[in-house]
């Protein structure tokens, strides 16, 4: 009798493993089917993403260039929206809302507040990418500048530390580096702000590395700023 038991718990119990083993497989493979659907989504719009936002700058003609953007979505998508085209949807009302906050963005310069430890021949500036962002405010991206100056010639820029934001901004924006790009002639420069913004809204991440450009010119004996299209 004991022996009959016996096999019994023994059966009951390899059932009960086989069982187990299964669900865990079967969890495993939808788990993996799932990553697979979330990272064919990504790699679709993030092969044409860049593509869509400079077509989108051109036809505006912003001062901006966008180059790497991308895409990260949770795997809580799929559980937060009924199908992939809703969460496709969803992504493209942001990535809509992205292009306004650029198609409010203006650029300017202005002499800066930053007071040099020692006189100098320079004259000191801050680039100021001014941005709206609906319903929330205006925020500014600034790069603080000395620029050596003649009459009509710029002959050398130098940058004061690295770009930073103040007011509201879309999300962080990080520091890459500025650069300047002074013409043969030393009549124009252009002062360009490298950096990503990156935020996140619910199940999506967005990170979009932008180069912001201010093109200025002497006039007067100061800086001043230049249509890039003329």
């Known amino acids: 009798m004991r022996n009959k038991n ?10 009960a493993i086989s069982t187990s083993t299964i669900l865990w497989n079967s969890e495993s493979a939808s788990a993996q089917v799932q990553s697979n ?9 993030n092969q044409q993403l860049d593509l869509e936002l400079n077509q989108f700058i051109t ?3 912003l001062n901006v260039e966008i180059g790497g953007a991308s895409i ?9 929206y009924e199908n992939l085209e809703e969460i496709e949807l969803a992504i493209k009302k942001d990535i809509e809302d992205f292009k306004k906050v650029l198609s409010n963005s203006s ?5 800066s507040k930053v007071q040099p430890l020692l006189e100098d021949n320079g004259t000191y500036y801050t680039a100021v990418v001014n941005s709206s ?6 925020g500014y991206i600034k790069q603080d500048f000395k620029a050596s100056l003649t009459s009509t010639k710029i002959n050398s820029i130098t940058f004061i530390g690295s770009s930073y ?3 509201f901004t879309i999300g962080r924006w990080t520091p890459n580096y500025p650069y300047e790009e ?7 420069a252009e002062i360009n702000m490298k950096g990503t913004y990156s935020y996140g809204i619910g199940d999506f991440t967005y990170d979009y590395p932008c180069t912001f450009m201010e093109k200025v010119k002497v006039s007067n004996g100061k800086l001043v700023h230049v249509n890039p299209n003329s």
């Open 6 to 15: 016996f096999k019994k718990l023994l059966t009951l119990a390899t059932l």
């Open 37 to 45: 659907v979330i990272q064919e989504l990504e790699t679709k719009i």
């Open 107 to 111: 650029i300017s310069i202005e002499k």
């Open 165 to 167: 934001t103040s007011g």
């Open 182 to 188: 002074i013409s043969s002639d030393k009549t124009t």
């Open 133 to 138: 962002v609906p319903g929330v405010g205006w």
């Open 72 to 80: 990260s979505i949770e795997k809580t998508a799929l559980q937060n």
């Open 59 to 61: 036809e505006n003609n």
